[in-house]
């Protein structure tokens, strides 16, 4: 058995992961990436590493007392080196080298990597990529982690992360980025980001996915909200478009906050890289859809941390 921990943008998962990839037991903890966030259980970001760790550790221990754990695996919303998290800009994180100090706590040997490519190495041996060579993995949450799937290996360079989607610009002087730069993917493709504008619009207060989510099912034929679905739609498709030109994938995998919205968004998104008359894309035989472990990909693809050989070695 090993542990698989996803530290999202708002929240902690941590799962007892079985040798055939599956989620045995699990735990959840709401952390806090804005002041938006409605949860009772959310942990002021101000004390986010120290209550991060106990989280974990805590857990890590209960764990390991039930059952007999090898390893632990760590997927982080950000940039990683083999040991530290360089910045994960979405949770205020810089150099934090948060591998050693888990091990430190629990005497369990220790692991990181981008919460996006654990969640493609996940998709790779037990979901969407199974069946092909090229792919993209697109994870649309609080920000928009990427990983490049080619000849059935997730790409990663050698020295540094690379291989990221979420800040190359789409907009020229467009919105801030929490990153510090403007246009970003990200500030217009992100979930996130698509939850406030309408929250804003529309002037909702609880940011819920589940009450957003009713209020725009109940709304689609509002010309004011089909309006900023489109908008919305139409840059995430520019990012993508862009990122087709570049990979030439077979099959797109989407996973993050965006699932939970897929109903409403995925048709429109499908319709517009494919057949859309802004043409940002050539192509219209990409397949595109959701992640098949949906939001356990993350947990289960970083107990795969080394198992699955990677494009440089
Ligand atoms: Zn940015």
Known sequence: MKIGIDIGGSHIGIGVVSEKGIIIDKKEKYIVSD?????????????????????????????????NIESVGIAVPGTVNKT??????????????ISEIIK???GLKTSIKNDAKCSALAELKYGNFKEFDNGLFLCIGTGIGGAVIYNQ???????????EFSHMIIQKNGILCNCGKRGCFEA???????KEKIATEFGLTNLDNQNIKEFLINNLNDFRLKYFINQYIENLAIGISNLINIFEPEVIVLGGGFVDYSEILLEPLKKQIL????????????ILELAKLGSDA????????DKIPIFNK
């Open 275 to 286: 057949t859309g008359n802004l043409l940002f894309n050539k192509r219209n035989d990409i």
């Open 104 to 106: 430190k706590a629990t």
């Open 84 to 97: 530290t998290i360089i910045k994960a800009v979405n949770l205020g994180i810089e150099n934090y080298n």
């Open 153 to 163: 290996k997730v790409l990663e360079a050698k020295n540094v992360p690379g291989y």
């Open 298 to 305: 993350g947990i289960i693809g970083a107990t795969l941390n």
């Open 188 to 194: 217009y493709g992100s979930i996130k980001r698509f």
């Open 35 to 67: 002041n938006k966030i409605v949860d009772p259980d959310k942990i002021k970001k101000e004390n986010l590493k120290i209550e991060m760790e106990k989280f974990i550790i805590e857990n890590i221990n209960y764990y390991n007392n039930l059952y």
